[in-house]
């Protein structure tokens, strides 16, 4: 059964740093992609980042250039560094993965994860 837990949430200023973490119950290199999503109170859940099995990454527009995704096989986890945070990165951040890759545009897609985490809390003051 998978499991996927986050961590690494917290409050920081405005230009301030994090780094998420999701730790899997099973071997990360057995899913097709992994990605991360957030949620800001009232608002549709988006997505951040995706990485799949080809190594290539993808961003949605208000990560490009701030956040890096990365996956470590060998510790199960999937990473979120997020550097140069702004009010508008607030939101619970969740991790997700996805059974098989089914090309390019599946990494950003909520549609192709399978299994999620319960999430992060993300707050950034300003």
């Known amino acids: 059964q998978v499991h996927l837990v986050e961590s690494g949430g917290g409050s920081v200023q405005a230009g301030g740093s994090l780094r998420l973490s999701c730790a899997s119950s099973v071997t990360t290199s057995s899913f097709g992609c992994m990605g991360w999503f957030r949620q800001h109170l009232g608002k549709q859940r988006e997505a951040v980042a995706g990485?799949?099995?080809?190594?290539?990454?993808n961003y949605a527009e208000p990560a490009k250039g701030r956040f890096t995704i990365s996956r470590d096989n060998a510790k199960n986890t999937l990473y979120l560094e997020m550097d140069n945070l702004e009010p508008e990165d607030i939101g619970m951040y969740y991790c997700?993965?996805?059974?098989?890759?089914?090309?390019?545009?599946?990494?950003?897609?909520?549609?192709?994860?399978?299994?999620w985490g319960q999430g992060t809390q993300v707050t950034v003051s300003s």
């Open positions: 990485i799949c099995t080809d190594d290539e990454s």
């Open positions: 997700a993965a996805a059974t098989y890759f089914r090309g390019p545009n599946g990494r950003l897609d909520p549609s192709n994860y399978n299994y």
